[in-house]
Every structure is written in structure tokens, then in C-alpha cells.
């Protein structure tokens, strides 16, 4: 008789236990991922024979033309000494580019910069209207461009130096600009007042051109977002291709 009341008792006792470790398996907190997020670059991998002869033409590029332009080349060097100071400067920054938030660090009274930072203009309208400044004081400061012929303005030589393609693209933003000047929907004069040089708020050009707050607004808006699509329509009418066709009808 006890063996029985001993082995009843085990049983009842398995099957508690079983039923204790079922509750807490189904009650228990799920595990958490052992896999997290990583903001650390991916590990560099090595670099392939194509790879490899890619680098070594850049490098070649590179190098033909820092001795073409000794002086440009060391701006260049300056420029890419500055540009990754400031790239650590502005490395916490998760939203915006670094030219972005410099810029707009360097001229906080500004106008355009104001703008942004309320949100009234993007990101992209912002990086247009630097792009359109640079291109207009480049322009208004070049007293070397004699001529506006697209075939004698680029080489025909050596397409595969640097020298073609930063040339191509100085053509492209200056026709680009010229469009985009007759393209403006109202007073030229109201939107670089808003963009060129010490920008000045759209309620001044308002008063200064005697026009409403909400039509000088939308006259920086429209030509802020008019800038990218001309831009690329320019680069796809006067890409190697037209170039060369320009070359062989006057050769």
C-alpha cells in the first residue's frame, strides 16, 4: 500500500512540476535580439584588379592635372583639408548635409538661412540657391570668358582628363543660369536681391519692388525649385555626345 502512495505521489509531483514549467515557458518575456544596430562603417573589403586599375586612372588624372594647375590644385588641397574639418564638425548631425548646417552656422542672420531653419523653404531649395549664387558671382567674376560657343569653350582634346569634364560642367551651370534668369516669372531683379550676395528677406523685396509678402515668397519658392529640373535638362542637351557633334561641324 505505501509503495502505491509513493508512486501516486511522484506523479502528482512530475505533473506539477511539468505544469509550473509550461506557465512560466508561456508566461516568460520573449528573448531579446542579440543582433543590434550598428552605426560603424561595414568592414572595407578588398579591393578587386578592376578596382584597383579604376584608382590608379583617377590617380593619374589627379596628378596630370594638379601640374596643369599648380595653383587650383593647391586651393584644391585647402579646400579638401577644410571640407574634412568640417565633415567632423557636423559628424553628430544626422539630418541635412554638412555644407547644409555650416552654412547656415556661418550666416545665421541670413535670410535664406532663416528661412530654412522655420522650414518655410527645404534642404534642396537651400542647396539651389547656394549652387545659384556660386554660379552668378562665378560668373559676374570671370572677366576671362570672351566667348559664349559651347565647342570652343571646351576642348576637344583628351576626354578622359579632368579638364574636359570641369569645363563641360561650367558650361552647363552658366547656360543653365542663363534659362533659369529668363525663366523667372516676374522681377529678376526680387529673387537674386534673395540669393546673390547679402541675401535680404522676401518682406524687404517685397517693399523694395512694391509687391504683396506672398508674391515675393512664392517668386523665391518657384525659382528655388525651377533650378534643379533646368539643371537637368542642361546636362542631358549638352553631354561628350553634343560636344563632339559641335567639334566635328566646325573641324
Known amino acids: 500500500m505505501r509503495a502505491i502512495v509513493d508512486r501516486e505521489h511522484r506523479t502528482a509531483m512530475a505533473e506539477r512540476r511539468a505544469a509550473r514549467d509550461a506557465h512560466e515557458a508561456a508566461t516568460a518575456a520573449p528573448d ?4 543590434g544596430w550598428s552605426t560603424k562603417a561595414p568592414p572595407r573589403r578588398k579591393p578587386s584588379d578592376i578596382d584597383r586599375a579604376i584608382a590608379k586612372r583617377a590617380e593619374e588624372h589627379r596628378l596630370d592635372w594638379a601640374r596643369r594647375h599648380p595653383d587650383a590644385a593647391k586651393a584644391e588641397r585647402a579646400f ?9 564638425r557636423w559628424d553628430h548631425k544626422r539630418e541635412g548635409t554638412v555644407e547644409t548646417h555650416e552654412r547656415a552656422s556661418r550666416t545665421h542672420q541670413g535670410a535664406l538661412a532663416r528661412l530654412w531653419q522655420s522650414g518655410a523653404i527645404t534642404a534642396d531649395q537651400l542647396a539651389a540657391a547656394v549652387e545659384i549664387a556660386m554660379v552668378a558671382e562665378r560668373i559676374g567674376a570671370d572677366v576671362a570668358v570672351r566667348t559664349a560657343s559651347l565647342e570652343t569653350r571646351i576642348s576637344s582634346g583628351r576626354h578622359g582628363n579632368g579638364a574636359f569634364y570641369e569645363a563641360l560642367s561650367r558650361v552647363r551651370h552658366e547656360v543653365a543660369y542663363t534659362r533659369w534668369r529668363a525663366a523667372i516669372d ?4 526680387a529673387v537674386l536681391d534673395m540669393v546673390v550676395g547679402e541675401t535680404v528677406g522676401f518682406t524687404v523685396v517685397a517693399k523694395r519692388y512694391r509687391i504683396h509678402n506672398r508674391r515675393a515668397k512664392k517668386l523665391l519658392i518657384d525659382a528655388l525649385d525651377l533650378w534643379p529640373r533646368l539643371l537637368g535638362q542642361v546636362c542631358k542637351e ?3 555626345a553634343a ?9
Open 186 to 189: 516676374g522681377p529678376i531683379g
Open 32 to 35: 531579446r535580439p542579440r543582433v
Open 80 to 88: 579638401r583639408k577644410g571640407r574634412a574639418e568640417m565633415t567632423d
Open 238 to 240: 549638352i553631354d561628350r
Open 243 to 251: 560636344v563632339d557633334q559641335m567639334h566635328a561641324t566646325i573641324a
